[in-house]
Structure formats: C-alpha cells, structure tokens
C-alpha cells in the first residue's frame, strides 16, 4: 500500500485553510471559560487512521487539540525509509507528513480541523525544515520542538547545526503561514531526557527556547514542562515558568503553559497508570497550565490505541473540572526552583546578546549541563538523584550556577557514590512503583491489544524491568 | 571484552543505552558507548576503529527488527566476524515476533533478547567469556 493508492478521507481536496482562532487563541480561550485543554500524542502512518484518530480526539467528552505525531524516519530526515516502509506495509510509528503528499494530508485534515480543533503536529526533529514546509502546506500552523530539546536528547546532529536549523525554521513558519492565522510553536524543554533532570534546569531550557522563538520571528508560544518525581516541586515548576515567561517574554507575544503527564517509566497497572495521569491533571490545573498531553495505561507496553488515548483524555479532563484553579499570592515567593531556573536564565543571557549563540556556549562551558546526556555536545558533568522526600536534586553541577544539594542545616552531602544500573533502574522506575503500590496491587489490566502504529514523539525510557529494552517511542 | 554499545539509526533514545553501559561496566566490560541515531557508515567506522569483541545493539522504537538488520547487514557485509546482538522492544507491537527473530538471525545477529531479557544476556557474555578463556588454553 502507498501514499499514491490511498484514496484520500471523503471530502473534498484542497479546502481553504480554516478561519478563526488559531492554536494559541484556541488555548487562551479555553483557559479563560475555564478549561484544561487537553492533547493526545497520536501518530499513524495510514491516512485513514489517522484521521479516524483525529476525529475521536475531537469528538472526546473534553476540550481538545489534535495531534499529528511524525514518525521517526521522517524525524531523522531520512524520508526514503519512511517511503519504503510505506510501499513495504511495515506499519510506521507515526505520520510521515513529508512523504504523503500535501494534498492527501489536507484531505486528511478537511471537516476535522477547523476553529474549534486546531491540530498541532509533533515530530522531535533537529532538522524539521522538511517538516514545517509540509505542515504549512498542508494548512497547518502549529508544531513544537526547539534548538536544544530537539537535539542533545534526540540524537547527533551538532547542537550548532541545530540551533540554525531552529532558527531558520522558525523564520520559515512565520512566512510561511498565512497572515491571517498566527504560528504557534511550543518548547519541549519542560522535558529532555524525560526524567532525572532537576525542575529548574527544565524551567529554564524551555523558557530560553520560548525567548529564542520570539526572536525568530513567533509570536505565539508555548512551554513546558513535564511532571517529574514530586508533586509540590513540579507545582514550584509549573508557577516558576509562568512567572519567568511573565518576566522575559515580549508582553505582546501570545503563551501559556503546557504540562507533560509523567513522561518516565510508566506504572504497570491500570489503576496506578489512571492515577498517576490524574495526578497530571490535578497539576495543571492548580498550578495554572493552560494545556495537558496526556499519557495512557498501555503507555508501559506498547503503543497506545485511540481508544485508548480518548479514555485519557476524558479522564484528564473529567479530573481537571473537579480541581479548584489557582490561588495565586499577589506576590509571589521565590521557590527553590524558581531561583535556580532564573539563574540558568541568567546566565545565559549574560553570554552575549545573540541568544542561539548563547545557549551554544553555555552548554560548551558545561553551564547547562544535562545530567545522563549522552550528546557530544553536552559536557556531562552533572549528576542528579531523587532524596528520600521525592524531589530530585543536584548531585554534581559541574560548571553550573546552581549549587549541589545540601540539606537544612548546612552540611554537605556525604560524596556522593556513582550512579549503578540497578540504582539507575531504581531512580528510573520510582515513579511508576509508588503509584502501582498506591494502587493497591490491583490486578495488571492488559487493554484491548491491537497493535498499531505509533504516537508519541517523545522521550521513553528504559522500563523497570529493562534490559535492552525501554518504553518504545519513535524518538 | 571492549563492547561497542549503539543505537539503532532512527531511535533517539537513550536510557536504554545509559543502563546498559553501566551493567555492562559493572560485568567487567569497558564500553564505548556510541550513542543514538547511529548509523550502518557510523557503525562500522567505529568497529573498524575500535577493535571491540562485541557488538550490542538495542532499539526501543518500534522499528528495532528493520533497523537492526540494516545494522547487522551492514557489519557482515564490511567483513566483520565478531559476535553481534540485538535486544529491546523491537517491534511496534508489543511482542516478540519470531519470523522477524529468525530473519535477523540469518542476517548474521548470534543473539536475539527480549525486552527486559537481561539474564539472557549476561549468560551470552559468560558464554563468550568461557569460549575466550578456552582459545586461550587451546
């Protein structure tokens, strides 16, 4: 089966591209009626899927955006192995937007996109120029990434290169979309390697991306932030992006926040799983993100179904109207990582007036410095842990300006002993045992199995029981 | 051993290889860990350039079956003879998939392992290891 084959949906080609609120005015609107917005990962490389896919995110009892997650040889440029395993029939692990024509991927958008269901499309690209221009062509506007999210998690490409790549690309959406509707591109450096990074290292990368797209020329952003290991230190979180957003961003340029349920090993059980995606959604809401991807029970096995990514929708967004919003003091405190994410900040800026050449240097200099990285580009000199509390904390900081942890009463840590597989395994699956415990031993429930091809562009990583293996994402 | 740890060409992750680099030390293996996204030219430069006596490859993408056999395809076919093996979740289903198994072990793989199989694997290094010890009798 081909692209060329497959009729495109019933409807007709070619529709003019929708009117109305784009992604970000989408997001705003529902923040200010009061609604969570809430977005599967979702990515199929049949047409028909896919677009079933969409029409069920749409339809879910929740306020909702639609994903189109690129597959992972789109990802990495490599658009002839995506074209082989289509003429192959080797199910994909996402839509390859570059590889189906325009025409076929906006007859796979008519009737379902429209004002009232934007459609964002997720990748993981350090090389996204392919992927903007068929996203743009296919009258699409939204889409998300960033110069260093892009790259030091997801591969090899030199951070230089990517940081001109983002440039340009950010350039090219801006002219590419017409003037009529508003670009939109959101930060994924709330989330890096998925887990293990302290919080204000997150805060700060995904701030610093946001600020890198609005000088490249994007006027609606916005960033992020993945639920870690602490409820409260994840709520520091969410308030600390808000409140830097608010402090470095143009006040004209559209934002808001989006929360990442736990993008970690994912709980075995049902019950942990919905729990834990409900713990996700409690989150946002009260600490005041305006936007939830959510995550799946299936998410520890294999690759969710629709069915399965609706159901987490609805859960989300069932959990989100039961929560209370934010009651935010007038002045707000400076949180623990709040000030560690404004002194990446700031140090960074300090390192010259051109900010892709900044956030070069920084990580050159090992001033940020992402624990577990394996990237050339990344200096590899921090080290970090969850403490007995939950909260991850710096062991090691290498060339940062943030300080190892100490505990109150000002003595040092003990030297910290080196990280070993099972310790890695233990930090890694914290996560997921404390909510399947919680769940009280409920019986593994195996959804409905059928495979498909994959959504989620995003970070997964090794099980808890892993050997070679990990949570599968087309990362 | 040397071992020679990668990725596979179109899967970015890499806790995976984090893990396994620090199991693999902890065995008594120095690693060279080459990281994500390698590629079948990247693969057998640093082969060629590392001497190593074994390669590991894992993928948790979803495309490991594809991915691993242009691997393997590539080392057999620049010459190397060395024990090569492969493990993950290495399909988009969820399961182990026995035609896809066979095929990468025609292709040249000594070892196929199951997501999370990690005693299969070490019984695969102490089996290499005896098979070392007894040449070096020999």
Redesign the interface.
């Known amino acids: 089966m081909t692209a060329a084959t497959l009729a495109a949906p019933n409807v007709a080609p070619l529709p003019v591209p929708p009117p109305g609120p784009s992604f970000g005015a989408f997001v705003a609107a529902a923040a200010a009626s009061g609604q969570l917005v809430v977005q599967p990962r979702m990515g199929f490389g049949d047409p028909r899927r896919m677009r079933a896919g969409l029409e069920r995110t749409k339809s879910a009892v929740a306020t909702t955006v639609g994903t189109l997650t690129i597959d ?2 789109t ?2 440029g ?1 658009h002839a ?1 995506a074209r082989a ?1 289509l003429t192959e029939g ?2 994909l ?1 996402g839509y390859p937007i570059a590889t189906h024509s325009a025409e076929l991927t906006r007859g796979l958008l008519a009737g379902v996109l429209d004002a009232g269901f934007p459609v964002q499309v997720r990748h ?1 690209s350090s090389r996204p120029e392919a992927i903007v221009r068929a996203l743009a062509a296919a009258g699409l506007d939204a889409t998300e990434g960033g110069p260093v999210s892009y790259c030091l ?4 490409t030199p951070l230089a290169e990517s940081v001109d790549n983002w440039a340009r690309c950010c350039e090219l959406l801006a002219t590419l979309v017409p003037a009529a509707r508003v670009p939109h591109l959101e930060s994924f450096g709330g989330c890096m ?3 293990l990074c302290p919080p204000g290292l997150l805060v700060a990368i995904s701030l610093l991306e946001g600020m890198f797209f609005v000088r490249h020329g994007i006027r609606s952003v916005s960033l992020s932030y993945a639920q870690q290991t602490d409820p409260a230190q994840d709520a520091e979180a969410v308030r600390a992006l808000r409140r830097l957003a608010g402090e470095f961003l143009p006040p004209d340029v559209d934002r808001h926040v989006v929360l990442y349920t736990y993008m970690g090993v994912f709980p075995h059980t049902g019950r942990g799983a919905t729990r834990l995606l409900e713990a996700s959604a409690r989150l946002a809401v009260s600490a005041g993100a305006q936007r939830l991807i959510v995550k799946t029970a299936a998410e520890a ?3 969710p179904t629709v069915l399965e990514n609706v159901r987490a929708l609805e859960t989300a967004a069932a959990t989100a109207a039961l929560t209370a919003p934010p009651r935010e003091p007038a002045q707000p405190a400076d949180s623990e990582v709040y000030r560690e994410a404004r002194a990446f900040v700031e140090a960074v800026l300090e390192l010259g007036e051109d900010l892709g050449r900044a956030l070069r240097t920084a990580f050159a200099r090992g001033v940020l410095d992402v624990p ?5 580009d990344n200096a590899g000199r921090s080290r970090s842990f969850v403490d007995a509390a939950g909260r991850l904390r710096w062991s090691q900081t290498g060339a940062m300006p943030v300080a190892p942890y100490a505990p109150p009463g000002g003595r040092a840590m003990a030297p910290v002993r080196s ?3 099972d310790g ?2 233990a930090a ?1 699956g914290r996560v997921a045992r404390r909510y399947d415990d919680a769940a009280d031993s409920a019986p593994r429930t195996e959804p409905e ?1 059928e ?4 959504p989620e562009s995003e ?5 808890a ?11 | 051993m040397n071992i020679l740890l990668t990725g596979t060409a179109s899967d970015s992750h890499t806790w995976n290889l984090v893990y396994l680099q620090l199991l693999l030390e902890e065995l008594g293996h120095p690693v060279r860990n080459l990281g994500p996204c390698v590629t079948g030219e990247l693969l057998t430069g640093a082969c060629a350039a590392e001497e190593p006596g074994l390669v590991v490859i894992s993928s948790v993408n979803g495309h490991g079956y594809r991915d691993g056999l242009s691997a393997v395809r590539a080392l057999r076919g620049a010459g190397f003879t060395l024990p090569v093996v492969i493990g993950g979740k290495l399909g988009v289903a969820g399961t182990a998939d026995p035609e896809q198994r066979r095929r990468l072990l025609d292709a040249g793989c000594d070892a196929v392992f199951d997501d999370g199989d990690v005693n299969a694997l070490r019984a695969f290094l102490t089996s290499l290891d005896a098979a070392a010890a007894a040449r070096a009798v020999a």
């Open positions: 992972s040889y990802r990495v490599d192995a395993a080797t199910p692990n993981g998690p997801y591969g090899r390697l998925g887990q096995r294999r690759i577990y990285c394996l990237h050339p990280m070993t597989s890695l395994l890694l199995t495979p498909e091809p994959e970070t997964g990583p090794a099980t029981a892993a050997g070679p293996g990990g949570a599968r994402s087309p990362a």
